[in-house]
């Protein structure tokens, strides 16, 4: 019995965080502490955040699932790959920014509302955000769910899915 694509698809992201947060977090601290910059207000928070994690994480998606491969390291460490919905192919990078703007959406509210303007707004108001963007958090993963693993809302939105790779590294039929 193979492990369902949900789990292997879950497993694939926290593969993926752990990889980017490794590498980003130590990279960042070295930046700040040669630099010299020290963050106080929720903006500048916001900004080192954007330069040293979001940034590099954005390009990491997009340009893994634009890829040849079609996968993060993650994906092709569980044998999966993206590709658009129905034709097969490589997702190209326009849609592969799409789909990962959408799924980076709720971690960038969060961003957004617990720093960049965490000095302009009401708690009330912060909160709000903060609630919001683990709600589509929570129903990003659900939609996966839903479809057995194959599509989220960032895939739906994109017109991609997440298929299981044939060897050789090439995307394969639709699972």
Not at 58 to 82: E, I, N, Q
Not at 121 to 135: F, H, R, Y
């Amino acid at each position: 019995m193979s492990t369902p694509l949900i789990l292997r698809r879950s497993a694939a992201y926290f593969v993926d965080v752990a990889l980017l947060f490794a590498a980003l977090g130590p990279m960042a601290f070295l930046v700040r502490s040669v630099v010299g910059v020290r963050p106080v207000t929720g903006f500048e928070i916001w900004v080192v955040t954007l330069t040293s994690f979001s940034i590099p994480v954005w390009l990491y998606f997009a340009l893994c699932d634009a890829s040849r491969t079609g996968a993060t390291v993650g994906k092709r460490v569980v044998g999966l790959a993206v590709r658009p919905h129905g034709p097969s192919g490589r997702v190209g990078l326009p849609r592969a920014v799409l789909r990962t703007a959408v799924k980076l959406a709720p971690w960038e509210i969060a961003h957004v509302v617990g720093f960049a303007l965490a000095d302009v707004i009401g708690p009330a108001v912060q909160m709000t955000g903060l609630v919001v963007a683990n709600v589509l958090a929570v129903v990003w993963f659900g939609s996966a769910v839903v479809t057995g693993g194959s599509r989220s809302v960032h895939d739906l939105a994109a017109g991609t899915q997440v298929v299981e790779r044939e060897d050789g590294g090439s995307v394969g039929p639709t699972a």
